[in-house]
């Protein structure tokens, strides 16, 4: 592995940069990419499909069936980060040119299965929202309370997901242990408070940003589904075919693509707050030495 | 695995003399607010001319206004971009403000021709287009652009280059302060230039050493002592074995003297070399 000799030119972007790059990140290693998102998502979606689909149903849905529609959009975005382990995973090998084979990709994700599912399900709040949405009774009835708890638990998230943003990279990619092992060392929580906390405000921001974003870019893409279905099926209003498969396809879509820029927004802030792209050089030329100098 | 270039936003523009630029290309996201500032700027440009149609020619008759205005709004529509980019060399108010430019795909500026056609087949590149009816107007006039066919353009190709670009022979580049010169870096630490003096002179610094040490020195200030140490270590241990240096040599101080060493030769052997004692350069006490 040669650290100065990466995929992708790793140096300081901004914000619309990364965006740009990841845009054309999903073209050149679309079909890897596409392959590891789906191992991990195709679970989520049979399971979200298994929770709420039956809201999709004609005789519980309206015209538009917006209940189905909410509830699948808090699944998505809270499952995202979890579904796009073996994805992440992919990208950390890709990057530095290391090899990537699936067993790789399979053993970097399942080793750190127990941190990611403590992480997620259990403190990002996947476990609770699963529970609240297994709560819901197969009526009609909206089950308002349920809807208002699922708006605030999605804030909460929200909030957590934006202010620290990378924990599915630390977890996979730093590979830290989940508690203080008697030697000492770093540990999951403090890699990820060292690597968030100085940088707090600007994910905020830049959560909120990109919330807008993956908000307009979704519904664009879903307008194109309608057009799409319209054109080849004749179907232009939310029939089963778009809402029970392209608007989900169009959710985990971005999820895919947010993954990609979460990934480089982590290098950048790296990057940024470590001097990442320096010890890269340095490390390389250490390596290039100690070769020297055995030969 | 198949060997694909190196991913970046910036490419290499060879113009008609034969001379190489680097450009760092603008893409959707980039674009995107220089975008919408134009079309709020057309839109205000717009409602001024509106007002003043109405005060002027209103009192001829409100068919009379309402033709000039359609007229006006056809022309904004279609030509805004196209004349600001002609006029404005490649950039429109937006463009500047955001500091993008628009280029022929050789690095030359483009021509009228190409600004206004790039610009009339944004609409192209808009599609596919929704009806007001989503919007729960009852009206079916496809006008809402999505943009999709546009960005899914710019995905494929390492220009970023649109419909409109691609068929114009454009791209448009972020404008950077590219000829900066940035010089020689400023180490304030006397003690880095007394320990470059003990760097053997048959040593001898590789093109990649003296890029690796020139970002290090670049971006040290930024850095706190203990990550500098950390950075620092995997490449100073082995070199101050090989130089025959005490161990507990400051691993930055080292890399700041080869640093010196490389680039700044002479001044090093121009250095004072009268010491003070509690001077010494081989001390674990980080430089500033």
């Given at each position: ?55 999709a ?64 399900v ?23 309370g ?36 008697r ?17 707090s ?21 879903v ?7 319209g ?27 947010f ?37 | ?79 805004y ?87 114009c ?6 404008e ?27 040593f ?20 706190s ?64």
């Open positions: 592995m040669q650290l100065d000799k990466t995929r992708i030119a790793i140096r300081q972007r901004g914000v619309l940069d990364i965006l740009d790059v990841s845009l054309h990140m999903l073209w050149i290693y679309g079909r890897p990419i596409g392959a590891t998102f789906i191992l991990g998502a195709a679970a989520f979606a049979l399971l979200n499909h298994a929770l709420i689909g039956w809201m149903d004609v005789e519980y849905a309206e015209e538009t069936p917006w209940r189905y529609l909410w509830y699948m959009s808090v699944l998505v975005y809270v499952e995202a980060p979890l579904a796009a382990a073996f994805c992440t995973a992919y990208l950390g090998r890709v990057v530095f040119e290391q090899s990537c084979r699936s067993g790789e990709i399979m053993s970097d994700v399942l080793g750190m299965w127990g941190h990611l599912l403590w992480g997620f259990v403190l990002r709040g996947i476990g609770l929202v699963w529970l609240l949405v297994l709560s819901v009774e197969h009526t009609e009835d909206p089950a308002y349920v809807l208002a708890l699922l708006f605030f638990l999605m804030l909460l998230v929200f909030g957590l997901r934006a202010s620290r943003p990378y924990l599915g990279e630390v977890i996979l990619l730093e590979r830290n242990p989940l508690l203080r092992s030697s000492g060392g770093m540990t999951i929580g403090a890699r990820s408070q060292m690597l968030h906390n100085p940088n405000s600007e994910l905020i921001g830049r959560g909120l940003g990109g919330a807008l974003i993956c908000t307009l870019f979704l519904l664009a893409i307008a194109t589904c309608s057009f799409v279905s054109v080849f099926f004749g179907a232009w209003d939310f029939g089963p075919i778009l809402v029970q498969i392209f608007i989900p396809a169009s959710m985990w879509g971005m999820a895919m693509f993954c990609v820029v979460r990934y480089l927004s982590y290098l950048d802030l790296r990057i940024r707050q470590e001097g990442w792209e320096v010890e890269l050089l340095v490390r390389a030329e250490a390596n290039r030495l100690q070769t020297r100098n055995i030969g | 695995m198949p060997d694909i270039p190196q991913l970046d936003s910036t490419i290499s523009v060879v113009t008609p003399e034969n001379i190489s630029f680097d450009y760092r290309v603008a893409g959707p996201f980039q674009r995107l607010p220089a975008y919408l500032l134009d079309l709020m700027l057309a839109a205000v440009l717009f409602l001024f001319i509106q007002i003043g149609l109405s005060l002027t020619l209103g009192w001829l008759g409100s068919g009379l206004a309402t033709g000039a205005s359609l007229i006006i709004w056809f022309a904004i529509f279609w030509f971009g196209g004349i600001f980019e002609t006029w404005m060399n490649g950039q429109t108010p937006g463009k500047r403000l955001m500091g993008l430019r628009v280029l022929t795909v050789d690095g030359t500026p483009i021509n009228g021709m190409q600004a206004v056609m790039r610009n009339v087949l944004r609409l192209a590149d808009s599609m596919p287009l929704l009806s007001l009816e989503v919007l729960q107007i009852p009206v079916p006039v496809y006008v809402i652009p999505t943009f999709v066919l546009g960005v899914a353009v710019m995905a494929v190709n390492r220009r970023y280059q649109r419909l409109g670009d691609i068929v022979g454009t791209l448009v580049v972020v950077e302060p590219s000829w900066r010169l940035s010089g020689v870096a400023k180490i304030d630490d006397s003690r880095a230039a007394q320990l470059a003096e003990f760097i053997p002179p048959n001898r610094v590789s093109r990649t050493l003296a890029r690796a040490l020139a970002s290090y020195v670049d971006r040290r200030r930024f850095l002592r203990e990550r500098r140490s950390e950075i620092a270590s995997p490449l100073a241990d082995p070199l101050l074995q090989q130089f025959q240096l005490p161990p507990d040599t400051s691993p930055d101080l080292l890399l700041c003297s080869l640093y010196l060493k490389t680039f700044v030769s002479n001044r090093v052997e121009g250095a004072p070399r009268k010491r003070a004692a509690n001077d010494s350069p081989f001390t674990n006490a980080e430089s500033v």
